[in-house]
Structures are given as structure tokens and as C-alpha cells.
């Protein structure tokens, strides 16, 4: 509800800036993937002039990306930059951006929010989940799942509060 708010008071200024709506921004540390999620942020699209003329089963030409980022990732990204240009096509669907220009300037990291600690199992949880694994004959299976069943269980119910 509260994204959906937000996105729409966003889109206008999204569109200032070249990009079509705000899923891109939204979506960016999902689609460049960890290690430049945090550290690169992408400000602009700046699309070629289009010839009045043009034809219009042909798609537009591809966009240039602008992104902020600090020295050393900047090196790094430029090194990677087809790959996150893949990357960002392939959510788009289409040959969206042909090239990503950086520009070095401070990007402030989010920091990485911690889990909360999950609570102990009540005896009759053990035993509840104990049973439903009987059937499970591979020990390392069993404990694998297991320990995801706790987890499950701990974050879904709080029996014990």
C-alpha cells in the first residue's frame, strides 16, 4: 500500500530524469546484484533524438545510463558494465540501455539491516516437527530440514510469548 503511494509520487520525477517509471530505481539492487546494489545508484536515462520520421515498428535507439558511484567501484563497474547493461535489459525486456556513462561522486551505503533473532521452539514444535520429519531417511536432509522447519515455525507463530 505505502509502495504504492510512494511510486506514484515518485514517477513524475522519474520521468524527469529519463526513466519511464520508478520500477527501475525500485528494483536496482535486485538487478545488478550485490555488489553494486548498495554502491551504485542510477540518476538518469538520456535517450537519443529520435527522427520525427522515424519508422515505428523500428525501436527507439538505446539509452545512455547515468550513475553515481564512488573511484574504486566505478573502475570495477566500467570493467562490468556489459554485464549489468544485460542485466538491466533483461529486466526491461528490451535493448533499453546501449551504454552506462559514471560519474564519481559519494554514494551514501544503506546499511544492511540485521535479523531479528528468531526464538526458541516449545517442546510440543520440537516434537510436532520431530514427527513430520520421521519419514525422511537421509540425515543430512533431515537436518537441513529440519532447521529450516524451526525457522518457519519461529517466524510465523510466537507460542511462546
Known sequence: MLADLV??????ACRKRGFASVDIVTAWPDI???RYG??????????????????????????TLVVHTDGATAMMLS???????ERINTFYGWAAIGRIKILQKPVR???AEQPKPLRSLTEREEEKLDKSLEGVENDRLREALKKLG???????????A
Open 109 to 111: 551505503t544503506k546499511q
Open 32 to 34: 545488478v546484484g550485490e
Open 79 to 85: 570493467h562490468d558494465s556489459a554485464q549489468v547493461i
Open 38 to 63: 548498495t554502491r551504485v545508484l542510477p540518476d538518469k536515462l538520456i535517450w537519443p533524438r529520435q527522427p520525427e520520421l522515424s519508422d515505428p515498428e523500428k525501436p527507439p535507439q538505446p539509452a
Open 150 to 160: 524451526a525457522q518457519v515455525i519461529a517466524k510465523g507463530t510466537d507460542e511462546a
Open 7 to 12: 511510486g506514484k509520487a515518485m514517477t513524475p
